[in-house]
Every structure is written in C-alpha cells, then in structure tokens.
C-alpha cells in the first residue's frame, strides 16, 4: 500500500470530470506542441515522484504490476527526463530496481500509520529502507496527519533523522504546509489544524538542529505562495533547498506571481530542484503524464501564456470565466535552468 500522503494525493489530485473531457486535458490542448520547450542540457533530474508497483499482481510481481511504471517512464523520456527519485513502499524497491535499474532513485518515506502506533514501527521502516539503499528520507507532515501525530519534528522523527545520518545519509525532504486555499477549507478549523505559519515551527527545529545534511522542502516548501517567506528560509538555512513538485499547485500558483518566482529563483540558483509529484496508479492513461511533463516544462522553461489543461478543483473560477487557472511560463534563464533540472539535484545527492 501507498505511504498516507500518496494515497491521499491519489485523491485530491485526480479530478474527473464526469461526462467531459479528461481530467488531464479538459481544455483539449495539443500536448505535441512543444517548440517552446527550449531546454536542450542534461537529462531532466526528478528528484520527487511515486512509481510504485500498482494493481493486481502477477506471478512474476506479486506485490504489483510495472505496467504503469513502463508508461510513466517512457513519458519521461518522451520529456527529457532521466533519473527519477521515488518514493514507494521498501518491497516495491527490489523489482523496481531490477526492471529500471539506474533510471531510478529511491527515498524512503518514514511514518507510523496511528497515533498511538510505536515507535518502533518507524524505526523498522527506517530500517527497510536502509538495507534496500535509499539515498533519501522523506518526512510527511501535512497538517491532516497531526491526528496520527505526524508532526515532522515529533520526537520519533527526530530519533530516524539521527539513526538515518548514522547510517549514511545526507539528503532528507520534507512536506510541511500545503496549499493556501486548503487553509481557507479543508483546514479551516484552525484549532485542529494550527494556522499555515504553524506548520513552520517544527521544520525550523529541524533544520536547526541537523545542520550537517541537506533538507528538500517539497512543493516549492509548502509555501509557493510567499516568495518573501521563502527567501527568508533560504538566507537562515543554508542546507535548505526546495523542489518544484505537485503540479497543479505550482502552475496555479507560479502564474499568478511569475516575476516575484522568477526573481527568486535567479537570485538563489543553487537552491530549487526540479520534481513532478507523479503518482503511478491503476488505469491511468498515457495523456496523464505528458500533461504534468508538459505543464512543468512550460511553467519553468518558456513564456507560453494560456490556460492550464488540467482540472483544478483549487481554483475559484469567476461566473463564466475560465474553469482552469491560468498557466504563464517564467522563461527561466538557461544557465539557472540547467541547475534547477539537473545540476542542483546532482550537487546534493553527491554530498556537495
């Protein structure tokens, strides 16, 4: 099974919409257009992902099938994608491995499934994970897992965040906040949920208190929609970087403070990687991937301007106005490009 926050995303991220057009498409774009993506460097780095093993399993596979898998990744070569790093239960690692081999990175999400779970069943997965050679810990800590104690500086965290340095490793990723809109909605009881600046305390006492190693704050930090805050966590930590994941979010968000994005990511070019949030899952169609590859390429590497094809159940729509966000490329310059999409990603994961 999906660790809590891919389930999760599988759910809120998939918006059908009933009797019209794909999800994936419902402005009926030509994703075959693609003279604005410029990019021409190394391989794309996608340093946030879940190809997982998905549906019913065959004899060869019994955890899952790879079929969705083989999709994804040809469409990430389609893209100019090479590595991807993912996140996936330990048992799906080994048959990943075998059929993908270098093209696949992992990073062992670290959690318990109750709250009143022990906390050895952290550390057993913490140890899982090790002996199947991920190169990255990931800590989830949305605010709709604080029922399960999921803080991302619980004391349980803290103690993997030091058994996992001990055992080798240097990069660590974390998601904390989500969404501003989410916080006028699915956490607007504030008293449950704590408000979005909240969600900060714990990753500061992290980042505070292990220096040594390199943190990724997934989906542009939790927090794309306050560059200046980002900035300030920037200048403060030094070992601090963010990923360009969860699509949707970044396009809606992005487009809508693309110089201030931009400024921000020319000022500190070492700092941002490039990530999708893909999620494998059962029946998905090929179309699904090329529209978050194309999508991301787009927002960062072009000034196309239009709307987003993809359904955004987010965006608050104005009586008879467009029913997707607006999508409007940053045209990232090419030597920060080149960072953002593979050179920051191969820095960090080297030790650098």
Not at 1 to 24: D, K, Q, W
Not at 239 to 259: G, I, M, N, P, Y
Request: with cysteine; aromatic share 10%; net charge negative.
């Amino acid at each position: 099974m999906l660790p809590f926050a891919a389930r999760y995303n599988e759910s809120m991220s998939t918006a059908t919409t009933a009797a019209g057009p794909p999800e994936h498409n419902i402005t009926g774009i030509d994703f075959g257009q693609r003279g604005h993506l410029r990019y021409a460097g190394p391989p794309l780095l996608d340093i946030h992902s879940h190809v997982t093993l998905t549906g019913p399993g065959d004899s060869a596979h019994p955890a899952g099938s790879l079929a969705q898998a083989e999709t994804m990744l040809d469409v990430a070569t389609e893209f100019h994608v090479g590595r991807i790093y993912t996140m996936c239960p330990p048992e799906h690692i080994a048959p990943l491995r075998e059929r993908f081999g270098a093209r696949l990175g992992f990073n062992g999400s670290i959690l318990k499934h109750r709250l009143d779970s022990p906390d050895d069943e952290a550390y057993q997965l913490l140890d899982h994970f090790l002996a199947a050679g991920i190169e990255i810990v990931k800590f989830w800590a949305a605010p709709r897992g604080r029922d399960r104690g999921l803080f991302v500086d619980a004391p349980w965290r803290v103690e993997a965040a030091q058994r996992a340095i001990a055992a080798g490793v240097r990069v660590f990723m974390v998601h904390v906040g989500d969404p501003d809109a989410w916080f006028r909605t699915v956490y607007a009881d504030r008293a449950k949920f704590g408000t979005k600046a909240d969600q900060y305390t714990g990753l500061i006492r992290l980042l505070t208190t292990f220096p040594e190693v390199n943190w990724i704050g997934a989906h542009m930090g939790g927090d794309v929609e306050h560059p200046d805050y980002l900035e300030a966590l920037l200048e403060r930590f030094p070992h601090l970087c963010f990923d360009t994941s969860a699509t949707k979010w970044q396009v809606r968000e992005v487009s809508s403070r693309t110089d201030a994005i931009r400024s921000l990511m020319c000022r500190y070019p070492n700092r941002f990687l490039f990530g999708t949030d893909l999620v494998t899952r059962p029946g998905l169609p090929r179309e699904h991937y090329i529209s978050r590859y194309w999508c991301q390429r787009t927002l960062w590497e072009s000034h196309w301007t239009g709307r987003s094809p993809i359904a955004d159940p987010d965006f608050l729509a104005e009586a008879g106005g467009p029913t997707t966000p607006p999508l409007h490329g940053i045209d990232l310059p090419a030597e920060v490009l080149e960072l953002v999409y593979h050179g920051n990603a191969e820095r960090l994961l080297a030790g650098r």
